[in-house]
């Protein structure tokens, strides 16, 4: 009778173990629930994405046209870059793009917002009509664009005629190696700077009025303002922009493969324009691999700095 008779307040052992095997019975549900969730995403991205980065890697190290069996190239494919002029143009093309159109975006794109920050007439028109170019079929604006830089009929060149520019100075624009890329970088920078604009927005919207309101106390003019008190609050938000057109910058692709198709000549040939071809021209999914090896390391690179710079700050 002793025996089975527990002190007041105690709690049986087998019951306690009840408890606890409930207890992680419901967690591994509830795993098992939120789990059950992400998978289809997650393996989407395991056959979509993942493995063919993980194949990439390993292909970049092959000799393969995609038909006949694979055989291992060692390195061979990594020091053909060294022999490979296309390429040498096509990486100091990519840093090129990047350097130029990164600022020019970031800065047109800061200046809408704050402009369609303001109270003026016709705000979300000028929104809607500076964030249509991103969203806008790039088939068609790109027949739009080389409709209006064509160097004999465009009505930009027409502009210039009319402003006494001499005929033979005119600038050939996508038809010229000169000024291919200065096209290319206008179109990307015109097509982008809307979606940032939005971001920079939203920024801004953020910043604490009170800021500015002790700012006018100070004395401080419309510029001073922009430097000391936009500027800081906006750090995070360009570090974001930052970052995000730099990765796109070096993806850049189909603004080329519909103006210039990398030309005249490799004067806009890119990176990632040079991986289309040899792998879908010339076949060779080896070299093309260990050129978007190169390509994936740069960008990792380049990332890695930007974010070491920001904790920095």
């Known amino acids: 009778m002793a025996n089975s008779i527990t002190a007041a307040g105690d709690t049986p052992v ?38 063919p980065i993980l194949f990439a890697f390993v292909l970049a190290f092959m000799h393969w046209d995609g038909s006949n069996a694979m055989t ?29 159109s990164v600022p020019a975006t970031l800065a ?20 809607t009509a500076m964030f249509f170019p991103y969203v806008a079929s790039l088939v068609a604006v790109a027949v739009v664009w080389n409709m209006i830089f064509n160097p004999e009929m465009g009505p930009v060149n027409m502009i210039l005629y009319t402003l006494g520019l001499d005929p033979k100075n005119m600038p050939g624009w996508a038809a010229d190696r000169h000024w291919a890329m200065v096209t290319v970088i206008l179109f990307g920078v015109w097509k982008s700077m809307g979606y940032f604009m939005v971001i920079y927005l939203a920024g801004l919207q953020g910043i604490n009025s009170e800021l500015y309101e002790a700012a006018d106390l100070d004395g401080a003019n419309a510029w001073q303002k922009f430097l000391y008190v936009t500027v800081p609050q906006l750090g995070p938000t360009t570090f974001f922009v930052t970052v995000m057109l730099t990765i796109q910058s070096f993806k850049v ?11 005249p000549g490799t004067s806009t040939l890119v990176l990632v324009y040079h991986i289309y071809n040899e792998a879908f021209i010339s076949w060779d999914l080896g070299y093309s691999s260990m050129i978007a090896l190169v390509l994936f390391f740069l960008v990792l690179a380049v990332t890695v700095v930007q974010f070491r710079r920001q904790k920095e700050d």
């Open 253 to 263: 692709f189909d603004q080329i493969y519909m103006i210039t198709q990398g030309g």
């Open 108 to 127: 047109c794109a800061l200046g809408l917002a704050i402009l369609l920050n303001q109270k003026i007439l016709g705000r979300d028109f000028f929104r």
């Open 72 to 100: 291992f190239a060692g390195l061979d494919n990594f020091w053909r870059l060294f022999e490979d002029k296309a390429f040498k143009d096509a990486f100091w093309n990519t840093i090129i793009y990047t350097v130029v």
């Open 14 to 51: 087998p019951a306690k173990r009840r408890k606890v095997v409930s207890r992680r019975r419901r967690k591994v549900q509830d795993a098992l629930i939120a789990y059950s969730f992400i998978a289809p995403n997650f393996l989407g991205f395991a056959v979509f994405t993942l493995g």
